[in-house]
C-alpha cells in the first residue's frame, strides 16, 4: 500500500513538473527557395496549445486544432491568422502566400505555406508576429535557405523582421 502511495505521488510530482516547463515561447519557420519550382516554400512550427489559446481568444473559444469534423472552419482561421501575422517581401514587393496545409506532430502545430512564380530573389524579407499578441516574450525564429544562403534569424516583438539582400 504505501509502495502504490508513493508511486502516485512520484507520478503527480512528474506531471506538474513538466506542466510547469513550458515557460518559453518559440515558434520557427523555415524559409527555403526552389529555383527549379520557381517556388518559396515555408513550413512554421507552432505549439498546439498556445496557437489554439490564441484562435480561440480572436475567433472562436470553441475552436480544438484536432477537430477534424470542422477542418475547414480552423483552416480558414489559420490563414486568415497567419495572413495577418506573416508579411513578406521579395524583391521590395509585397506578395502573398498560399495556405498548403497543416499537421501535427506531437504538441506542434506544422503549418505549411508557398509563394509561387518566383524566378529570381535579389532581396527577401519577412516580417513574424506570430503569437506575439499573446505572448510578450514571444520568439520566432526563422531559417532561410536560399541562393545557397543559409541564414538564421531570431525575431521578437521589438525586432519583428528579418531582411535577406543577394545583391
Given at each position: 500500500?504505501?509502495?502504490?502511495k508513493v508511486t502516485i505521488l512520484l507520478v503527480v510530482l512528474s506531471v506538474s513538473?513538466?506542466?510547469?516547463?513550458?515557460?518559453?515561447?518559440?515558434?520557427?519557420?523555415?524559409?527555403?527557395?526552389?529555383?527549379?519550382?520557381?517556388s518559396v516554400q515555408i513550413i512554421s512550427r507552432i505549439f498546439m496549445d498556445d496557437?489554439?489559446?490564441?484562435?480561440?481568444?480572436?475567433?472562436?473559444?470553441?475552436?480544438?486544432?484536432?477537430?477534424?469534423?470542422?477542418?475547414?472552419?480552423?483552416?480558414?482561421?489559420?490563414?486568415?491568422?497567419?495572413?495577418?501575422?506573416?508579411?513578406?517581401?521579395?524583391?521590395?514587393?509585397?506578395?502573398?502566400?498560399?495556405?498548403?496545409?497543416?499537421?501535427?506532430?506531437?504538441?506542434?502545430?506544422?503549418?505549411?505555406?508557398?509563394?509561387?512564380?518566383?524566378?529570381?530573389?535579389?532581396?527577401?524579407?519577412?516580417?513574424?508576429?506570430?503569437?506575439?499578441?499573446?505572448?510578450?516574450?514571444?520568439?520566432?525564429?526563422?531559417?532561410?535557405?536560399?541562393?545557397?544562403?543559409?541564414?538564421?534569424?531570431?525575431?521578437?516583438?521589438?525586432?519583428?523582421?528579418?531582411?535577406?539582400?543577394?545583391?
Amino acid at each position: 500500500m504505501k509502495l502504490i502511495k508513493v508511486t502516485i505521488l512520484l507520478v503527480v510530482l512528474s506531471v506538474s513538473a513538466f506542466t510547469a516547463i513550458h515557460k518559453f515561447y518559440l515558434s520557427v519557420t523555415q524559409v527555403d527557395y526552389i529555383k527549379e519550382k520557381k517556388s518559396v516554400q515555408i513550413i512554421s512550427r507552432i505549439f498546439m496549445d498556445d496557437f489554439e489559446n490564441l484562435l480561440r481568444q480572436r475567433y472562436d473559444k470553441t475552436i480544438n486544432l484536432d477537430d477534424t469534423k470542422n477542418a475547414a472552419v480552423v483552416d480558414a482561421h489559420i490563414k486568415k491568422y497567419l495572413a495577418e501575422r506573416i508579411k513578406i517581401k521579395i524583391n521590395g514587393k509585397d506578395v502573398t502566400f498560399n495556405f498548403i496545409g497543416k499537421e501535427t506532430d506531437l504538441d506542434v502545430m506544422k503549418v505549411y505555406l508557398e509563394i509561387e512564380g518566383v524566378k529570381d530573389i535579389h532581396s527577401f524579407q519577412i516580417t513574424n508576429k506570430v503569437l506575439f499578441d499573446l505572448f510578450e516574450d514571444q520568439q520566432n525564429m526563422v531559417k532561410l535557405k536560399m541562393n545557397s544562403i543559409f541564414k538564421n534569424y531570431l525575431l521578437t516583438s521589438q525586432n519583428d523582421n528579418a531582411m535577406l539582400n543577394f545583391d
